[in-house]
């Protein structure tokens, strides 16, 4: 678990309730890993096998959608393709790593057909993650969620829950607004189990 300290306007905060709607889609919500799902499918090649995919919230604090990143080699180069809610689908671009021939950060590893990457499943699995959390916990907002392979091969499952807590309330100087907040990070076992990675 890492302690955040995030400051943001007032102002912000008031835009970003504001622009919330019924079409906005909440990850972790029930229905919310259908709703990835369908953007995926209408948004990037079914069959264009990829070693990564990254579903990422807007804000920190808020678990509403903000971007979907699929990771593939063509040749000796790692591109990235991003669809953003905000902008749409970016054009692919060669990865920050890659770029900079960062080779120590980059590994050809294990790829998949982008149409079986299983997304609906990811509120069930932070069901299952704030069931571990601790009891002061007062909200919890799924930040990202990632699906990969190590250099063996196996497929992994990560993602990150943001969490406030009870009695950390908001704090208010002139329109600058700060809240504490604290990262707590998951994988799945072997066994497909939910189970909370320990960091420093």
Not at 6 to 21: R, V
Request: charged share 30%.
């Amino acid at each position: 678990m890492k302690k955040v300290n995030l400051i943001i306007s007032a102002m912000a905060i008031s835009f970003a309730l504001a622009s919330c709607s019924s079409d906005n889609v909440i990850i972790q919500n029930e229905g919310g890993g259908k709703a990835v799902k369908e953007i995926i499918a209408k948004n990037f090649d079914p069959e264009k096998q990829v070693q990564e995919l990254e579903i990422k919230a807007k804000e920190e604090l808020y678990g509403e959608l903000g971007e979907i990143k699929i990771v593939y080699w063509e040749g000796e180069k790692q591109m990235e393709h991003v669809y953003s809610v905000e902008k749409g689908l970016q054009e692919p671009k060669e990865t920050f790593a890659s770029e900079r021939k960062m080779t120590f950060q980059m590994q050809k590893t294990k790829t998949m057909a982008v149409k079986d990457f299983d997304v609906e499943p990811i509120p069930q699995k932070v069901d299952e993650a704030i069931k571990l959390m601790p009891e002061e916990a007062a909200t919890h907002n799924l930040y990202e969620y990632s699906f990969s392979f190590d250099k063996d091969g196996k497929a992994k499952q990560n993602f990150k829950i943001n969490v406030t807590k009870k009695g950390e309330g908001k704090t208010q100087t002139g329109r600058m607004v700060r809240t504490n907040y604290y990262e707590f990070n998951f994988k799945l076992d072997d066994a497909g189990k939910v189970v909370i990675v320990e960091t420093p």
